[in-house]
């Protein structure tokens, strides 16, 4: 299988991690955002939206990194995504919190304007945005600390695809200033998470984020 990504992509990252997590071994095909690569007609080809990352596995395409994640896990019998209606039920509730709100909302604005826009020169961070992404962050990270209160992972006991999901927007959280130290039980997952092997082995360069 390959994985059409630019590794300092925070969602490139979560699904190696994911690929590396589950001892599946995914060949990284390199589309380097800074490059305008993904806007390549053979890249556009496999993925018509132009972003990363897209697997391939023989003649089977797939964009969407929650999708790709699903289809990795899927692979063999795991405990990321246990086959259980309702616990996949619940990762999938996260992970669609993540898509439409979490990342969305409140921490892609931080990370582009505060890391991407200068490694662009893009122009200075427009602090309009960046006020109502500090103010949609502690919305959303309140929820996280209230439940991660009273168990060490999203969904149960146990690590799934719902940590790797919720965890990938903060890979640059020092980088962007989000106040992570706010939040003591949010700040404890968020360590027990990003210090699992498979997040070191595909950890991105710091170079650029995207
Ligand atoms: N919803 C998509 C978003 C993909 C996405 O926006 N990827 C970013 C990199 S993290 C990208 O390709 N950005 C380049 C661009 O939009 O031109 C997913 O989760 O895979």
């Given at each position: 299988?390959?994985?059409?990504?630019?590794p300092p992509s925070p969602r490139t990252?979560?699904?190696?991690?994911?690929?590396?997590?589950?001892?599946?071994?995914?060949?990284?095909?390199?589309?380097?955002?800074?490059?305008?690569?993904?806007?390549?007609?053979?890249?556009?080809?496999?993925?018509?939206?132009?972003?990363?990352?897209?697997?391939?596995?023989?003649?089977?395409?797939?964009?969407?990194?929650?999708?790709?994640?699903?289809?990795?896990?899927?692979?063999?019998?795991?405990?990321?995504?246990?086959?259980?209606?309702?616990?996949?039920?619940?990762?999938?509730?996260?992970?669609?919190?993540?898509?439409?709100?979490?990342?969305?909302?409140?921490?892609?604005?931080?990370?582009?304007?505060?890391?991407?826009?200068?490694i662009l020169g893009a122009g200075p961070?427009?602090?309009?945005?960046?006020?109502?992404?500090?103010?949609?962050?502690?919305?959303?990270?309140?929820?996280?600390?209230?439940?991660?209160?009273?168990?060490?992972?999203?969904?149960?006991?146990?690590?799934?695809?719902?940590?790797?999901?919720?965890?990938?927007?903060l890979v640059y959280a020092q980088q962007?200033?989000?106040?992570?130290?706010?939040?003591?039980?949010?700040?404890?997952?968020?360590?027990?998470?990003?210090?699992?092997?498979?997040?070191?082995?595909?950890?991105?360069?710091?170079?650029?984020?995207?």
């Amino acid at each position: 299988m390959k994985l059409h990504g630019f590794p300092p992509s925070p969602r490139t990252w979560a699904a190696r991690a994911v690929a590396a997590q589950l001892g599946m071994p995914l060949e990284l095909v390199l589309v380097d955002l800074s490059k305008g690569q993904q806007h390549a007609p053979d890249y556009r080809a496999i993925n018509p939206t132009g972003r990363a990352p897209t697997l391939v596995d023989g003649d089977f395409v797939l964009w969407e990194t929650t999708a790709i994640m699903q289809y990795l896990a899927g692979q063999k019998p795991n405990t990321l995504w246990p086959d259980d209606a309702r616990v996949r039920a619940d990762i999938v509730r996260w992970q669609s919190w993540t898509l439409a709100h979490w990342e969305k909302d409140s921490c892609v604005p931080l990370v582009f304007e505060r890391l991407v826009k200068p490694i662009l020169g893009a122009g200075p961070p427009d602090e309009a945005v960046i006020a109502r992404a500090l103010e949609n962050f502690a919305r959303d990270a309140r929820i996280l600390e209230t439940h991660l209160a009273s168990q060490p992972y999203l969904v149960g006991q146990a690590l799934t695809l719902a940590d790797f999901s919720v965890a990938g927007p903060l890979v640059y959280a020092q980088q962007a200033g989000m106040p992570l130290a706010d939040y003591p039980k949010l700040s404890e997952w968020f360590a027990r998470v990003s210090a699992l092997p498979c997040w070191k082995q595909t950890a991105p360069q710091p170079a650029a984020a995207a």
